[in-house]
């Protein structure tokens, strides 16, 4: 089994739910986003998501993109932000460090050479333009045990969802409903569709499942417990940082801690 | 092409998973729309009856005798309702978006062109309309805002980015990703995932269908060479695939700007700073850096001015059976000049990189040889871009006294 996984199975034993959150790297600068990013793993979150910007986001909001847009003003390298992140997840063991990007920016440093800088450290990568069907182009990172976590969406159809499942390491990331990162939850039969659309996919997999997009208060994570391993918090957090600095956005990890 | 999208290594479907079903459901509606002969008819019924085709072929001899090769001649696009080849691309997917039962259109544009065509064919076939306009571009090109508006699409701007076309076609992904129940996403050119640049190229080759009639009738025989302006290779596509495997060279003019730096230019070929990419839903050659950001780009024409290219003319480029060169802008703009005054036809910016190419080489071939050049669109809206271009001080003096006199 993906040691990512296991970790995930561990850490629920004694933990209701997980919390994955998420920063830009090289947003607001590059000396910045690592220091959100050790706060969140000195807060002992399970797992940071590190995006690596690139120019044309199109599954990212305005929050996101515009600051991924802010952060490549700071020309970010993409081997460099591997060393940073390794370096983190290496002084915080208990925690695990995933890379979340576009597939352009990965595809021009290479799978192959993704596969033996992220081997040692990094436990999955998140690219939300790959479709399944491209798995394939994955293969160097399965054998050097980088799990691929695959998206999985409201209204898929059941052999769609087989065929991811048949893929699935690590995680699966569903996200909530339709459109892009940072908007809002839904109403109470928006509520009975999300657990009819993750009780399809719990029917089909093992995998430990995320849930994202939209997930912004302690609240709606304590809704989540027993729905799914993992609630998953961007733009908020980042919204956070925005209104706040440093200290918002280190409170607004207090408050999400708060539920386990 | 493959049953996955593929042209080469280019093509393909990179799409988040949200638009999976979306695009499953375009590509049974297209499969079928194009097996239905009433489907065919009423697609060229309507090229006819609302756009007027078919487009002449202008023999043009006085530019002949003054560039003194080979015998030049135009096809007309720009004598399409709205002015360009876009309307030939609005019109199949229009007809097909209502075929599927579509309620709303959603398109991004760069020159404002193909958000023209989108929102006068969305007033006519009923569909709301939201156009994805970058910012910068909407800056360039006002009157086309303003005749989108009056048509009754909604115009929004799209501030991230570089605020041009590549960033509007992001923004529409994202519009599409929360809306495809009931919205069709009417892209204007040959890019994107499958069956975007089968589609778009097939509904655009009615433009080469008719210089093959065309060249018969008039010249007797197929063209030696025919030239056509890469933007995002619509219009290219839709004159050259007829001819393609025939002895009829095919030549692709990209934007090539006022020079060769970073930001400068829009060439996805013949250059170090394009590289095979995925981007946008599908692979192909994009203008990116060295971390696989897709960089900026400049052209005097708007439409000219976008990061990627059509996979199957990347793919018809390495086979080489399209040749692909670049104009620079002052080139162009001289272009311009040397065919209005010769042959009283005023083209558009983007064509006219047709037409620098064009006539560059007619020089060096024999009299009794002939070239097609694709004049894509007429240049009307490019009156600010020429006038400024022009430094024309009597139009600057016309736009003070039409703001005093609105006061
Ligand atoms: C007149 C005209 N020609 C050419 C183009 C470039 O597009 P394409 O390369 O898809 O033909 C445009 C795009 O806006 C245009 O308006």
């Known amino acids: ?260 | 092409m493959n049953d996955t999208g593929y042209f080469g290594q280019y093509g393909g479907s990179f799409i988040p998973e949200i638009l999976y079903s979306s695009q499953q459901q375009l590509l049974k509606h297209y499969r079928q729309a194009m097996a239905d002969p009433d489907f065919i008819a009423q697609v060229k019924r309507e090229m006819q009856q609302y756009s007027g085709r078919p487009t002449p072929l202008t023999h043009c001899a006085n530019l002949s005798a003054q560039i003194g090769g080979a015998q030049i001649y135009l096809k007309r696009e720009d004598l399409n309702h709205s002015g360009a080849h876009k309307m030939n691309n609005v019109i199949g997917q229009g007809l097909l978006a209502k075929r599927m039962g579509k309620k709303r259109v959603i398109a991004e544009t760069g020159a404002g062109q193909h958000g023209v065509a989108t929102a006068l064919i969305s007033a006519r076939l009923g569909f709301e309309c939201t156009i994805y306009m970058g910012a910068h571009d909407i800056a360039r090109q006002y009157p086309n805002v303003f005749w989108m508006k009056q048509l009754g699409a909604t115009v929004v701007p799209v501030t991230s980015g570089s605020q041009t076309l590549k960033d509007a076609l992001d923004e529409a992904l994202r519009d599409w990703t929360a809306s495809y129940e009931d919205t069709h996403y009417l892209i204007g050119t040959s890019c994107g995932c499958e069956p975007f640049p089968e589609m778009v190229a097939g509904f655009q080759s009615v433009i080469g269908e008719e210089v093959k009639e065309q060249a018969m009738a008039q010249i007797g025989a197929m063209p030696d060479k025919i030239y056509a302006c890469v933007g995002g290779g619509s219009n290219a596509c839709g004159i050259f695939l007829p001819f393609v495997g025939t002895d009829t060279e095919l030549v692709g003019i990209e934007a090539g700007g006022r020079g060769d730096g970073v930001g400068e230019h829009a060439k996805r070929f013949h250059t170090d700073q394009a590289k095979f990419g995925i981007s946008q839903g599908f692979a192909s050659m994009f203008i990116q850096d060295d971390q696989g950001q897709l960089a900026p780009t400049h052209s005097i024409s708007a439409g000219l001015d976008y990061v990627g290219v059509s996979p199957i003319l990347a793919d018809l480029s390495d086979r080489g059976l399209v040749r692909m060169t670049s104009a620079g802008d002052s080139e162009v703009l001289a272009a311009f000049k040397t065919l209005m005054k010769a042959e009283g036809i005023i083209a558009a910016l983007e064509s006219s990189h047709a037409i620098a190419g064009g006539l560059r080489e007619a020089a060096e071939l024999d009299s009794s040889q002939n070239i097609v050049i694709n004049v894509s669109g007429r240049g009307d809206k490019d009156i600010f871009t020429i006038a400024k271009a022009l430094e024309d001080q009597p139009f600057n003096d016309f736009l003070r006294s039409y703001l005093e006199e609105g006061q």
């Open chain 1, 1 to 260: 089994m993906s040691q990512l996984a296991t970790f995930i199975q561990q850490q629920r034993h004694t933990k209701s739910i997980l919390l994955m959150t998420h920063v830009i790297y090289g947003y607001p600068d590059i000396a910045s986003s690592l220091q959100m990013m050790g706060t969140i793993l000195q807060k002992g979150v399970a797992i940071l998501e590190v995006q690596f910007p690139f120019s044309d986001p199109v599954a990212d909001g305005p929050t996101i993109t515009d600051a991924c847009h802010q952060a490549l003003q700071n020309q970010p390298k993409l081997g460099q932000c591997i060393t940073d992140i390794s370096q983190l997840a290496a002084q915080f063991p208990s925690s695990r460090v995933l890379l979340m990007s576009y597939l352009n920016p990965l595809l021009q440093y290479g799978f192959d050479a993704l596969a033996t800088d992220m081997a040692a450290h990094i436990s999955g990568v998140i690219i939300p333009d790959l479709p399944i069907d491209q798995h394939t182009m994955l293969a160097p990172l399965v054998a050097a045990n980088v799990d691929p976590i695959w998206l999985m969406i409201p209204d898929m159809q059941q052999s769609r969802i087989d065929f991811v499942a048949a893929k699935a390491r690590g995680m699966l990331y569903c996200v909530s409903r339709k459109g892009v990162t940072g908007q809002g939850a839904g109403s109470q039969r928006a509520k009975q569709q999300l657990h009819d659309y993750l009780d399809a996919i719990k029917a089909s997999t093992q995998v430990p499942l995320a849930l994202g997009f939209g997930i912004s208060t302690a609240e709606q994570v304590s809704e989540l417990i027993g729905v799914v391993d993992i609630a998953v918090v961007g733009s908020a957090l980042l919204r956070a940082f925005q209104a706040q600095g440093l200290a918002g956005f280190s409170a607004k990890i207090d408050e999400l801690m708060s539920v386990s």
